[in-house]
C-alpha cells in the first residue's frame, strides 16, 4: 500500500496535468483582477457567472468561482504554517510532511489562479490570507472553513520542538476537515462542479486531505502520553 506521505508527489503531478488541461481548453483570457468573489445568492440554484465559452466546457457557477477562490487563502495558511516546520522544530517527519505540503498546495494555488484567469475571474494572491467578500456594497475579509485564526496563529508561531508538532498536526487536522467541508457544500449545491477541472479538483482535495488527515491523527497520538 502507498505511504500518506507520498501521495504529494501524484497531487503535484495532477496539479500540473490539470493546469495544461486549462490551458489547452483556453479560448479567450479575461484580465487579472484582485479580490474574491460573491458566493450564489442562494446555493440551491447557482447562477451561471461565465457563459459557455467552447463547446468542450460546461458553464461554470457563482459555487465554483466561491469554492475555486476560497481555496487560495485556504491553501496559503497552509503553505505558510507548513513553512514553519524547519525554523520552530520540528521532528523530521513532520518536516517531510510540511516540505511536501508546501510543494503540493503552492501547485495548486497556480492552478487555482490559472482557472479564474481563464474565466475572467477575480484572481485572489497567493499569498491571500483572507477571502474577501463584497455584500451590500461592502468588503469583508473571512476566514474559510478550518483556518486558524489571528490567535491560533501567534500561537503556533510562538512554539518550539515538540509542543510545536503537537500544536501544528492539531491545527493542519483542523485545516483539512475544513477543506473537506468546501468540498461537501460544493458538491451539495445543484449544477455545481460539472466544469472537468473543478470536479477533479475537488474530488481529489477530499480524498487525499482524508488520507493525510489520518496519517496526521496516528502521528499525533504518538506524540500524546501513552501514544504508541
Known sequence: ?????????????????????????????????????????????????NPMIDGNRYPHTAADTYFMAGMIPHHAQAVLIAGWAKSHGARADIQRLCERIVVAQRDEIALIQQWLLDRAEPVPAADATHHRMTMDGMAH???????????????????????????????MIKHHEGA????????????????DIVFKFANDVSADQTTEIDFMQKMLAELMPGGA
Open 1 to 49: 500500500m502507498k505511504s500518506p506521505v507520498t501521495r504529494f508527489s501524484r497531487v503535484g503531478t495532477l496539479a500540473v496535468s490539470l493546469v495544461v488541461v486549462a490551458a489547452c481548453s483556453r479560448a479567450t483570457q479575461g484580465p487579472r483582477l484582485v479580490g474574491a468573489p460573491l458566493p450564489p445568492s442562494d446555493p440551491g440554484v447557482p447562477s451561471v457567472t
Open 141 to 171: 475579509d473571512m476566514l474559510m472553513p478550518g483556518m486558524l485564526n489571528e490567535g491560533e496563529l501567534r500561537a503556533l508561531d510562538r512554539a518550539r520542538g515538540p509542543e510545536f508538532d503537537r500544536l501544528f498536526l492539531m491545527a
Open 180 to 195: 473537506i467541508t468546501m468540498v461537501d457544500q460544493l458538491f451539495a449545491t445543484a449544477g455545481a462542479a460539472q466544469d
